[in-house]
C-alpha cells in the first residue's frame, strides 16, 4: 500500500551556511557547506546530502544566487540526484535559478544537488575569458510532501504585468516591479471651503479590480466536487479612494467555472461563480495588512455545461456590488510594506477537485493498467459471466464477499461467495448474477491498539540503539492483527543538546524518523501492518544522554476500517468459433457467404487502413444481407498440420472488418452483381478526432477506449464501447491540435518512443513497443530448406525509401506563452487552456548522402514533454530529438540490396495454414540462392478467385511506416538438408 497520503510529513531543509567558489563549464561541482535551515528542525544532513526520514511522495525545491559578474553572459546547469543518481537536469540564463522535482521517497534516501557554471565574459577588443561562479550563501533546499491541490505561486497564478514577487520563509507575495511601473502622483482632497481647498500630493501605485487570478484552468466534468481554501495576506490601501469616496471595499475570493452550451443556435459560452468568500479590507486609509482565510465550506458539485474552474481574488465596493480597482499609497520600509496581495506558505491556495467515488483510481503495483478501483462496491451488466480481476494491498492479503444485487430496489441480495485473496495475488473470477448487478464488500477489521511505556532510564550510545524496559511487554511489538495504523513515538531525554534523534522500524526496515526539539523527540506516521510484522524504537545521540521513563512510549492504533481490496477489471469472457465470436464490445454470429462469390481481394499493411473487396454474382445478396455497418470476416480452413484433409478441421482468421461501401449493378437479364468494400479498426482512428498527444502509448487508453474497436496497448486490454471523446486535458495531455485525428496524434506518441501500429488480423488495434524477431515463417527457392517455396521474389536496390534528412516536427504545450499572461480587467472572463506549441524543430542529415541522392527528407510528428505542471512550470521539454534521428539516418541514409517482395501460391492446406496467420510486423526468414535474410512484413495482399489463392507479401517501407525495425544479422551462406553449401 503507498503511503503518499496516509503519513503526516515533517518538511526539510538546508541553507548554504557561506558562498561556495570553483563552479565551472567542464565539471559537474556538488554543493557543500549545507546547515539546517531556520524553521525545518527535523532536518537530517549527511555530508552534503539532505537524509530522507520518512517514506512519501514528496517535492524537492532547490533555490540557487549566484554572485554577479559585470559584462558577462551565463549559463548555470542545476542537477538533483537521489541516492547519486540524476533525476532532474534544468538550465538558466540568470544568476538566479530554481528547479524541482517530484518523487516517491523512502527512509535513507539521500538529495544531493550538483551544478556546472558556464560564465563568458569578454570587454570591447580582448579575448574571450570563461569564468568560474559563486554560489552565495543563503541558497537553500526544501523536501516536503507533494500536495497535488496546492497551487504553485508564481507558476500557476498572474498578476497584474507591472508586478514582482516578494518571497520570505512563510509568505508569496506580490509587490510593484519599480523597473516597470513608477509610482503615480495624484491629488487628494482632504478639506475645503468656497474659497480655499487644502491639497495633499501622494505617490502611489494603482491594483487591480483583479488582484489575482489562475494562469490556465483546470479541466473538469459534471459530478465532480470542487473546494478551495487558503489563508491570505492583503494590504490596505493607506489613502482614502477618490473615485469612490466613503466606499466600504471588499476582497472576494471566487472559484468560477466555464463552459459551453449548445443549443440549435450554436455552443454559448457559460460562466458561474461556484463559491467564494468575501471579507472587508477596513479602513481604506490605513497601510497595514491584514489576514484572510477561506472557512470550510461544502464542496460545490460540478453542474452540467461546466468544464473548467479558475480561482479570482478582485477588489468591490461594498455600496453597488462593483469592481473597482484602487489606489495604494506607497509605504515606507521598501518592497516588504508595499506588497498588496499573496498567501501563507504553510496555507496556501488550494483548489480540491474530487471525481465521483467510482471514478477514483489508485495505483496498484499488481494492476495491469497500473492503477485500479479501491474498495468499488457495485457493479452492472453480469446477467452473462464476467471476468472480475480483483486484489488485496500490493503488501497484504484480504478477503472480498460478492453479493447479488437488485439495481431497481438498491437492495442487496443472496451471497455469491467468499474469496480470499493471498498477498501478492492478482485473482481472476469468474462472476454471473441473475439479478444484472453485484455487490462487493469485505469483512469489518478494527484491532486493538498497542501500548508500550519505558521503565527506568537508559544509556544512549552514539549509535542507533533499542529502546528497552518498556513495562507492559516485550521491547519489540510483535503485530498481531492487520490494518491501517498510526504508529505514534515520544522519547525524553535528560538534555536538550542537538544531535537526539529517534525513529521506528518494521521488521528491521526504518519507516519514520524524528529529530528531538528541546529534551522531547516525538511523531506519529501512518502505515499499513501485517500481522507478524516487528515493530520496535530506537533511539541515538551526540553528547551523553539518557532516555528517561517518563512519557517515553510507543502506541499503535488502528483506524476503524473493512479490509481493502482493489478491483482492476470487470470485462466480458471472450471466445472464438467458427460461426460465434465473444469479444469485450460484441457477441457475433457468422454465417457463410462464399456461395455466391466470384473473387476476394485484401490489402493489409502497417499503419494504414485495410481493406477487403467482395464480388458476388448473386441474386440473393442484393436484398441488405450485406448492409453497410455489418461484420465480415475472412476465414481459411486446414487440418492442423495435415496437408490433406486427414486431420480435425480447423481455421484461421485472415481478415475481419465491417462494411463501409456497397454497390449493386445488374446485366442486361437483370441479375445482380454485389460488390462489397469492407475496411478494418484503422479507419476508425482516420476518421475520428484525436485532437490530444501525449508522450507515453499507455496515456492513450482513455482515447482508444472509447473508439469502440477492440485496443491493445502493449499487451494490455483498453476495449470500450463507441463514447464521445473525453476531456484530454484532465489527463495532462502534452499538446493538442484541434483538427488532429486520432491516427495522426498516435502517430507522434509511436514515432516519439520507436513503436509500432497495426490492425491485427481480427480487427484489433494493436500497439507494441518492441517486434518479436523470430521468424514466423521461412520461405526460400529450395522448399527443403523452407516452410513455402516462393513463386516470384523481388530483390535488389531501390533508393526510393532513403532518408538522408529527418524532421522532428515537435507537439508540446508553450509553457512561455501562459507565463506572459496577465490580469483581466473584469469578471467572469474566459480562460483559455495552455496554448500548444507546433513547430519543427532543426533538421537532421547527411550532407554526403545528399550529395549522392538529393536531398530525401521525411517530416516524423513527434511529441516533446510530458505535459506533467511540475515540468511545464520549469519550461522542462526533456532532450532533443538528435540521437533519435541519428538512429535513423542510420539505417535510411544509403541504398540498400535487400528483398521488397515475394510471392506466394499454397499447394496444400498447411501451408494455407501458416500463411493466413501471418501479422503485419512478423519475421520472415527468405532464402535467396547463397544467401539469407530476415525482414519484416509491412504489407499483405491476397487475391482469391476461381478456388486460385495467391499472397503477396511486401517488407519495404512506405510513408508514415515505422523506420526502426530491429536488426537481424544476415547470414551469407548455409546448407540445405542435402547438405550441399551454397
Not at 225 to 245: E, T
Not at 573 to 595: G, V
Not at 869 to 886: H, K, T, V
Not at 905 to 918: D, M
Request: hydrophobic share 35%; glycine share 6%.
Amino acid at each position: 500500500m503507498t503511503l503518499t497520503d496516509l503519513a503526516t510529513i515533517n518538511p526539510m531543509g538546508a541553507s548554504k551556511s557561506s558562498n561556495q567558489t570553483g563552479f565551472n563549464r567542464t565539471t559537474w561541482t556538488e554543493v557543500s557547506g549545507w546547515s539546517v535551515r531556520t524553521g525545518y528542525p527535523s532536518t537530517s544532513l549527511v555530508g552534503n546530502a539532505i537524509e530522507i526520514q520518512q517514506k512519501h511522495r514528496g517535492i524537492i525545491r532547490f533555490n540557487a544566487w549566484f554572485e554577479f559578474q559585470a559584462f558577462a553572459q551565463v549559463n548555470i546547469a542545476i542537477r538533483l540526484k537521489l541516492n547519486g543518481q540524476v533525476v532532474r537536469t534544468i538550465s538558466h540564463s540568470t544568476r538566479s535559478g530554481a528547479i524541482s522535482y517530484v518523487g516517491d521517497f523512502k527512509y535513507g534516501d539521500r538529495v544531493t544537488v550538483e551544478i556546472k557554471y558556464e560564465s563568458k565574459f569578454q570587454f570591447l577588443f580582448f579575448p574571450m575569458q570563461y569564468l568560474n561562479g559563486t554560489l552565495l550563501g543563503g541558497s537553500y533546499m526544501t523536501i516536503e510532501k507533494y500536495d497535488r491541490s496546492a497551487i504553485d505561486f508564481q507558476f500557476d497564478m498572474t498578476y497584474d504585468d507591472s508586478s514582482n514577487f516578494y518571497f520570505t520563509e512563510n509568505l508569496s507575495m506580490v509587490a510593484p516591479d519599480y523597473g516597470k511601473k513608477q509610482p503615480d502622483l495624484y491629488q487628494v482632497d482632504v478639506s475645503g471651503s468656497s474659497d480655499s481647498v487644502t491639497v495633499y500630493e501622494d505617490t502611489g501605485f494603482t491594483w487591480g479590480p483583479v488582484l489575482a487570478q489562475s494562469r490556465t484552468p483546470i479541466p473538469v466534468d459534471e459530478g465532480y466536487a470542487v473546494d478551495f481554501s487558503g489563508k491570505f495576506r492583503v494590504r490596505r490601501f493607506g489613502i482614502s479612494q477618490k473615485d469612490n469616496p466613503g466606499s466600504n471595499f471588499m476582497l472576494r475570493l471566487s472559484l468560477w467555472g466555464q463552459g459551453t452550451r449548445s443549443d440549435e443556435y450554436g455552443d454559448q459560452e457559460v460562466s458561474q461563480e461556484l463559491m467564494y468568500y468575501e471579507t472587508a479590507f477596513g479602513s481604506t486609509s490605513a497601510s497595514t495588512f491584514f489576514d484572510v482565510t477561506i472557512p470550510v465550506n461544502t464542496p460545490v458539485i460540478i453542474p452540467d455545461n461546466i468544464n473548467r474552474v479558475y480561482f479570482t481574488a478582485v477588489i468591490k465596493t461594498a455600496s453597488n456590488d462593483s469592481l473597482s480597482p484602487a489606489k495604494y499609497r506607497v509605504a515606507s520600509g521598501g518592497v516588504a510594506n508595499n506588497c498588496y496581495f499573496g498567501w501563507y506558505n504553510s496555507e496556501p491556495l488550494k483548489i480540491i477537485v474530487t471525481p465521483p467515488d467510482d471514478q477514483i483510481t489508485h495505483e496498484h503495483p499488481l494492476s495491469l493498467t497500473g492503477v485500479a478501483f479501491k474498495n468499488r462496491k457495485y457493479f452492472s451488466n453480469v446477467s452473462e459471466p464476467k471476468k472480475l480481476v480483483v486484489m488485496g494491498a500490493h503488501d497484504s492479503s484480504t478477503q472480498v464477499l460478492i453479493y447479488k444485487y437488485d439495481l431497481a430496489t438498491s437492495t442487496r441480495g443472496s451471497l455469491i461467495g467468499t474469496y480470499s485473496i493471498a498477498e501478492g495475488e492478482r485473482k481472476v473470477l469468474s462472476v454471473q448474477s441473475d439479478t444484472g448487478a453485484i455487490e462487493l464488500d469485505s469483512p469489518n477489521t478494527t484491532p486493538a491498539s498497542v501500548n508500550r511505556t519505558k521503565s527506568g532510564n537508559q544509556a544512549i550510545a552514539g549509535s542507533w540503539t533499542d529502546i528497552a524496559g518498556f513495562t507492559n511487554g516485550s521491547n519489540t511489538i510483535t503485530v498481531a492483527e492487520s490494518g491501517l495504523a498510526t504508529i505514534s513515538c515520544v522519547a525524553k531525554f535528560s538534555d536538550s543538546n542537538s544531535g537526539k534523534q529517534i525513529r521506528f522500524l518494521v521488521n528491521g526496515v526504518v519507516q519514520s524518523a524524528w529529530v528531538a526539539s528541546g529534551t522531547t523527540a516525538s511523531g506519529s506516521y501512518q502505515m499499513y501492518l501485517n500481522a507478524g510484522d516487528q515493530v520496535n524504537m530506537q533511539a541515538i545521540r551526540v553528547f551523553d544522554s539518557s532516555v528517561l521513563a517518563t512519557d517515553t512510549k510507543i502506541d499503535i492504533t488502528y483506524v476503524a476500517s473493512k479490509m481493502d481490496y482493489y478491483v482492476e477489471s470487470l470485462t466480458a469472457e471472450t471466445w472464438d468459433t467458427l460461426y460465434e465470436t465473444q469479444t469485450r464490445l460484441d457477441r457475433i454470429e457468422w454465417a457463410d457467404i462464399t456461395d455466391d462469390l466470384n473473387s476476394i481481394t485484401v490489402q493489409r499493411q502497417e499503419f494504414k487502413s485495410g481493406k477487403m473487396t467482395l464480388k458476388f454474382v448473386s441474386d440473393q445478396l442484393g436484398n441488405g444481407t450485406l448492409a453497410p455497418g455489418k461484420r465480415v470476416r475472412l476465414v481459411t480452413l486446414n487440418y492442423g498440420d495435415s496437408e490433406t484433409a486427414e486431420g480435425l478441421q480447423d481455421y484461421v482468421v485472415v481478415f475481419t472488418g465491417t462494411i463501409r461501401d456497397f454497390k449493386v449493378s445488374y446485366n442486361y437479364d437483370g441479375r445482380p452483381y454485389v460488390e462489397v468494400d469492407i475496411y478494418d479498426a484503422f479507419k476508425t482512428l482516420e476518421e475520428s478526432e484525436g485532437y490530444y498527444y501525449y508522450d507515453k502509448p499507455l496515456e492513450y487508453a482513455n482515447m482508444l477506449h472509447g473508439v469502440g474497436k477492440q485496443v491493445v496497448i502493449d499487451q494490455l486490454e483498453v476495449t470500450g464501447p463507441y463514447e464521445d471523446a473525453p476531456d484530454g486535458l484532465q489527463n495532462l495531455p502534452s499538446s493538442y491540435q484541434s483538427s488532429a485525428k486520432i491516427d495522426e496524434t498516435l502517430e507522434a506518441v509511436r514515432n516519439t518512443n520507436k513503436g509500432y501500429v497495426y490492425v491485427d488480423r481480427t480487427d484489433k488495434i494493436v500497439y507494441k513497443s518492441d517486434l518479436n524477431s523470430d521468424n514466423k515463417l521461412s520461405v526460400g527457392d529450395s522448399y527443403t530448406r523452407s516452410d513455402i517455396s516462393y513463386g516470384k521474389i523481388e530483390k535488389g536496390t531501390s533508393t526510393e525509401s532513403i532518408i538522408n534528412m529527418v524532421k522532428p516536427e515537435e507537439h508540446s504545450l508553450d509553457a512561455v506563452a501562459i507565463a506572459k499572461r496577465n490580469v483581466s480587467n473584469t469578471v467572469p472572463f474566459t480562460l483559455e487552456d495552455i496554448p500548444d506549441k507546433h513547430q519543427m524543430a532543426k533538421y537532421f542529415y547527411r550532407q554526403d548522402s545528399i550529395n549522392i541522392y538529393g536531398e530525401r527528407s521525411e517530416v516524423f510528428p513527434v511529441v516533446r514533454g510530458t505535459g506533467q505542471l511540475m515540468d511545464l512550470r520549469l519550461a522542462e521539454y526533456g532532450s532533443n530529438f538528435r540521437e533519435w534521428a541519428i538512429d535513423i539516418l542510420n539505417d535510411y541514409d544509403l541504398h540498400k540490396n535487400q528483398v521488397s517482395r515475394v510471392m506466394l501460391v499454397p499447394n496444400n492446406f498447411n501451408q494455407l495454414k501458416q500463411i493466413s496467420e501471418l501479422e503485419i510486423l512478423d519475421a520472415v526468414r527468405i532464402y535467396y540462392k547463397n544467401e539469407e535474410h530476415t525482414a519484416f512484413i509491412r504489407k499483405i495482399e491476397w487475391y482469391v478467385q476461381n478456388n486460385h489463392i495467391r499472397v503477396e507479401i511486401y517488407f519495404q517501407r512506405e510513408k508514415r511506416q515505422s523506420a526502426w525495425l530491429p536488426s537481424i544479422e544476415t547470414v551469407d551462406s548455409y546448407t540445405n538438408l542435402w547438405f550441399d553449401t551454397w
